[in-house]
């Protein structure tokens, strides 16, 4: 579709949302909203009026294609040959240290600028550190196990102290080759924090690392071959290596190369909490697995993008962090769908290596809704009058076009007291006879807390736009329509990772109705 005709067709859709409700006003289809940043003060608003940059973005990708892969379109740009790393730790605590493990072909010097993301005046950034020169040359790649496992022992090329006044954020390190016009990609992990917050924001580096390819064909859903996916068991993966272009290849994005699906699902709303002022802390998802605690240091958890691979444990955990007063946030899509088994590293550092185990059976009992799997189309409006709905000007059977995509959730639901469906529509999808309805809900918790599903990977897409980020749907790449195994449990065995859908950005409506649930989520939370 040519842009014109495009944005014709975005300007009629967004006239049949209701949009009178915010004063009538076509926002565009980029930039930041007229939508006031609420005031809230404390760590993460003084931390955000300090000095950002946009220099935290990559302007020499180090992409390279081996030739005997150059033919397969999940296979072309997959990896930084020319200098690519990774970080030994997937979250620390300020005052821990972290390993950096660079490889560089050819051989040469590199710098590493750590940055913050955040909001930061609009530039999605902050200049952190910077480290090096360090000498880098070509590492090796492993050899793979009977599971088809690799781990990168690599030399370490520096360690770093996080400073103790650094707050908690996702991270990325900057690397760049130390030379003009220098090719760069990333390394990425999260400063957590041991404080009481508001918010406790989840990154979804399982999923990143399950769909992660590096080198060649060696994601969760690779046997050895380009022509399927491959979903069975008996294949691993390890953090011990860098992020490559990931499996959904669909997805095409070389300036987001080493940084995990951080950049592509999740970034925005990092941006717009911190825009917000919310008192935000993140974590790793193995946070939930080995330091459980950190659930009891917040009133809000959130869930963002594709939050797809979680342990039994991690799921026990939010089931007690909610029976204890947590209120939870699904702002994602396939989430808790399929349990993973963790497994020491060559170097016995426990939950560096995963595989799959079996799909969850009883994942609506946390989240309200089944996950499935690929379905898109909009937000239809249910229960208009429900505190979610406030100062929306929405009525039932009102649309917000294009937020549902690329996964999602949906029935059955689970028998919750209080459990209310709050939207509910359609969706198109490539397998006929499957179930293909989204529905988002909420149900009240035991201690005035609440449980919230929007039920797609898409939600974070209406809420901002950072500097750089890529529109879900908009990679322009066509992709065959691999499919997955039929689901053990009778769910949704999905469709290829073509872009079915396309998001339309940034909407007033995805935004009032996310402060309304976080404001609310705090403002009842017992803790």
Known sequence: MEKKEFDITRRKLLKNTALAGLGGAILPLTGLTNLTPQKKGGLIEAENSKPGTVEWQLQFTGFDTPVTMASHSLIRYLRSLSIEGFVSKTSLLPGESIDFKISMDPPGNFLIDIYRMGYYGGTGGRHMARLGSFKGSPQPVPMMTIERLRECNWEVSTTFTIPKDWPSGVYLGKLSRDEKFGKQSYVIFVVKEHRKSDVLCQVSDLSWQSYNKWPGRDSLYDDGSTSVWYTGPNVR??????????????????????????????????????????????????????????????????????????????????????????????????????????????????????????????????MGLTSYGVGYGDWVVKKSMHWIYEGTGLKDGDRIPAVIGW???????????????????????????????????????????????????????????????????????????????????????????????????INPHVQKITSNILDRMIKDSSR
């Open 237 to 366: 993966v390890s953090f011990d290596r860098p992020y490559a272009k990931n499996s959904l290849g669909a997805f095409e994005s070389p300036l987001s190369a080493g940084s995990g699906e951080f950049l592509l699902w999740e970034h925005p709303m990092t941006y717009w909490l911190e825009q917000q002022g919310y008192d935000v802390t993140y974590c790793s998802n193995l946070d939930l697995h080995f330091d459980p605690d950190i659930l009891n240091l917040a009133k809000v958890f959130l869930s963002v993008g594709h939050d797809e691979y979680w342990t039994r444990k991690m799921y026990e955990e939010a089931i007690k962090a909610r029976d204890n007063g947590l209120s939870l946030a699904f702002f994602s899509g396939n989430s808790i769908h399929h349990q993973i088994n963790l497994f020491d590293s060559y170097n016995r550092t426990p939950g560096r290596v995963f595989s799959r185990d079996k799909p969850f059976s009883d994942e609506e009992k946390l």
């Open 407 to 505: 996964e999602y959730h949906g029935p059955p639901f689970p028998d919750i007291k209080g459990l209310e469906v709050l939207a509910e529509s359609s969706l198109s999808q490539a397998i006929p006879g499957k179930q293909n309805i989204h529905s988002a809900i909420v149900y009240p918790g035991p201690k005035s807390n609440w449980v919230f599903n929007a039920g797609t990977c898409w939600w974070s897409e209406g809420l901002s736009k950072p500097p750089g980020h890529v529109p879900a749907g908009f990679s322009g790449i066509e992709e065959p329509a691999y499919l997955y195994a039929e689901d053990p449990y009778g769910r949704s065995s999905s469709a290829g990772h073509n872009p079915g859908g396309r998001t339309f950005g």
